[in-house]
Every structure is written in C-alpha cells, then in structure tokens.
C-alpha cells in the first residue's frame, strides 16, 4: 500500500515562505512522475506543479517564478518551495502522482495565506 504524507503547511503573510514535503512508501517512488496540487475553497483540486523522474519541472502559471518543486528519489521525498506568497495561493495542498493514481489522496496540508 502506498502512503504519502504530506507536510509543511501554516500560516503565513503575504510575500511569506513555506516550503512543503511529501514522504512516500512504499513504492518504488523514483518511477513516477510526482506533483503537488491544491484545492482552494470552492473550487476543484489544479496541479500546482509536476517534476519528472529525471527532475524535469513543470509549473502552474499562477505559480511560475515563486514555486519550486524538487524531488529526492533516494530519500522518497518531494519538496514543494513556495516563495512570495499570495491571499489565492491560500489552499489544501496534496502530492500525488501526475496523473494522479499512485496513492488514494491524503489529508494534504493546509497553507493559509492572511494578513
């Protein structure tokens, strides 16, 4: 069964810093393209970000330039570095596969975004 878990959220004033972490196992982790999405209030969960087995990265373009998405295929990890934050970056945020399917989706962890 794979889990991933997710970590990192809080509380954080705009132009702040947070800097997310998916633990995986499991799995033979370093096979899959991962990515980390998000679910705001009211609307549907968006790929945020993506990064290939190799390390190639790809990004949301509300997000590109203050995000950085990386992974450690040894330590099973992906890291999610959200820099200059904003009130709508305010959201639950997930990491799975992408496509999504790896793992059932997790509690996520939650990033608020408030003066």
């Known amino acids: 069964q794979v889990q991933l878990v997710e970590s990192g959220g809080g509380l954080v004033q705009p132009g702040g810093s947070l800097k997310l972490s998916c633990a995986a196992s499991?799995?033979?982790?370093?096979?899959?393209?991962m990515g980390w999405y998000r679910r705001a209030p009211g609307n549907q969960r968006e790929l945020v970000a993506g990064v290939t087995s190799s390390g190639s990265t790809y990004y949301h373009d509300s997000v590109k330039g203050r995000f950085t998405i990386s992974r450690d295929n040894a330590k099973k990890t992906v890291t999610l570095q959200m820099n200059r934050l904003k009130l709508e970056d305010t959201a639950v945020y997930y990491c799975?596969?992408?496509?999504?399917?790896?793992?059932?989706w997790g509690q996520g962890t939650r990033v608020t975004v408030s003066l």
């Open positions: 799975n596969s992408n496509p999504p399917g790896l793992s059932y």
């Open positions: 499991g799995t033979i982790f370093s096979n899959f393209v």
